[in-house]
């Protein structure tokens, strides 16, 4: 499995907006979860995506959008996904965070 930013968050107003492309390179579904959490500076996490799908068999750069009004701050973005075949019993698991912090600021 593979996961990456599409495109990478990014600020629209009050709105921290972005997506994520997965991957499912092997011969068989995944049962696939993907959250997307924003984490203030004093550690509050808020989940500003979530998708549970089944992911086909040899899908490549599947888009998955997030986004969500937060309060002003600064904020770094992860997202995780895991996969399970159940079949095999199997997980997969994919962790990206973002290298820069965003910051919403209170506006004029």
Same mark, same amino acid.
């Given at each position: 499995?593979?996961?990456?930013?599409?495109? &990478?968050?990014? %600020? =629209?107003?009050?709105?921290?907006? !972005?997506?994520?492309?997965?991957?499912?390179?092997?011969?068989?579904?995944? #049962?696939?979860?993907?959250?997307?959490?924003?984490?203030?500076?004093?550690?509050?996490?808020?989940?500003?995506?979530?998708?549970?799908?089944?992911?086909? &068999?040899?899908? %490549? =750069?599947?888009?998955?959008?997030? !986004?969500?009004?937060?309060?002003?701050?600064?904020?770094?973005?992860?997202? #995780?996904?895991?996969?399970?075949?159940?079949?095999?019993?199997?997980?997969?698991?994919?962790?990206?965070?973002?290298?820069?912090?965003?910051?919403?600021?209170?506006?004029?």
């Amino acid at each position: 499995m593979l996961l990456d930013w599409n495109p &990478p968050a990014k %600020i =629209n107003g009050q709105r921290i907006e !972005g997506g994520l492309k997965v991957s499912n390179q092997t011969g068989v579904d995944f #049962d696939l979860t993907v959250i997307v959490m924003a984490i203030a500076e004093d550690g509050r996490a808020t989940a500003i995506g979530y998708q549970h799908f089944t992911l086909k &068999p040899q899908t %490549i =750069n599947f888009p998955i959008p997030f !986004g969500e009004n937060m309060p002003w701050g600064a904020y770094q973005i992860n997202a #995780d996904a895991v996969a399970e075949v159940a079949a095999t019993n199997t997980i997969y698991r994919a962790r990206l965070v973002s290298n820069r912090r965003l910051r919403l600021i209170q506006g004029p």
